[in-house]
């Protein structure tokens, strides 16, 4: 019998849904004969009971197929919302559409509502892990990614020359509330002198004897600064801002420290990033991924299974309990792994690294 398969992108966009879309629609139309139908806006089309038809040609009809390379979501997307004041009414949405299984594409956040939803409502359903912040867990790799530390390292390679030409600090200010993977791949990849991320806390003290130490010990006048927005300052300070939103000034609390740390020697810039971050063509490692994770998702379905979500690891595509993912997530960048280890051998100023720190946050001994 033929399926009716929807799908649907949650959550912040990132380049790559559009060609998760397009390797969902291929396969299971031209593999095994299913309808795909586009859920528009995440649960919230579930609850409206939108769906829109899906063909293997995308959306134009001289035959171009734009979804490969075309970044945010052609199924639009939310991440906000009262979705689990509804529970009973967006699990009946996925019956009143006649879907015969679901595929989702998420965050951390994302997939911790869809599980719940699935689980009520019996779905047969698959996940397919999508951030920039790279924190869902058991997953080498998640769509997205890839392309926002491109695009990171581009803004670092245009910054660089003109902090050199200035003798200027350039503070970076990337995403990444809660998790540093974006700041501290990015910084060691784009050479930044300093690496400030939410899981090592860091001094200005710190920070301003490591500008120092470039300055008088190696004659370097400019420097680089990436700085996560939920940085995180190791001794208490009333004026920290804390991010509980997007755009928590960081950057510029930074600056104004540096300024202060420094009598006012120093010039400095400072550049948000922000949503350019989350925008673009996707990389062609995401297309990558993207395609062969949209692939595995509709053979899991194929094969009849559900509450899985298609993941990365050594090389190949597999299938892990979504529970299991949902235990570990968000994935915080462990302190003491071979990246930050690889920063601090450039002697990148990457914080402070306490027993405190690696004993309660990630339960290892130094
Ligand atoms: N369907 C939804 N309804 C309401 N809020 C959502 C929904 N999907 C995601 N969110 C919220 O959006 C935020 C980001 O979602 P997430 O899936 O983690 O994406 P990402 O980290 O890639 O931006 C989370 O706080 C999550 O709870
Ligand atoms: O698009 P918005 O709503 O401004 O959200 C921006 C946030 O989305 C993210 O990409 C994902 O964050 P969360 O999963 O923690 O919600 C953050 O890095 C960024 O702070
Ligand atoms: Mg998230």
Redesign the pocket.
Known sequence: MQKRLGILT???D?PGLNAVIRAVVNHATLTYDWQVVGIPY??RGLLERKAIPLSIHGLDLRGIDPLLNMGGTILGS????D?LAHVDEIVAGYHALELDALIGI??????A?LNQLQSKGNWQFVAIP????NDVCKTERVVGFDTAVNTIVDALNRLTFTAASHDRVMIVEVMGRKAGHLALQSGIAGGADVILIPEIPYTIKGVCEHLAELRDRWGRRFAIVVVAEGAQIAADSSSHPSCEKPSCGMGQYIADEIRRCSNDQIDIRVSVLGHIQRGGIPSALDRLIATAFGKAAVDLLADGQSAQMVAWQNGQVVAVPLEAVLACSPCLVDPNNFLVQTARSLSTYIGNLTPAIVKTQFNVTL
């Open positions: 949650s959550g912040g990132c995440a649960t939310i991440n906000k919302g979705t998420g965050g951390d956040g994302s997939l509502i999508k951030t920039i912040d």
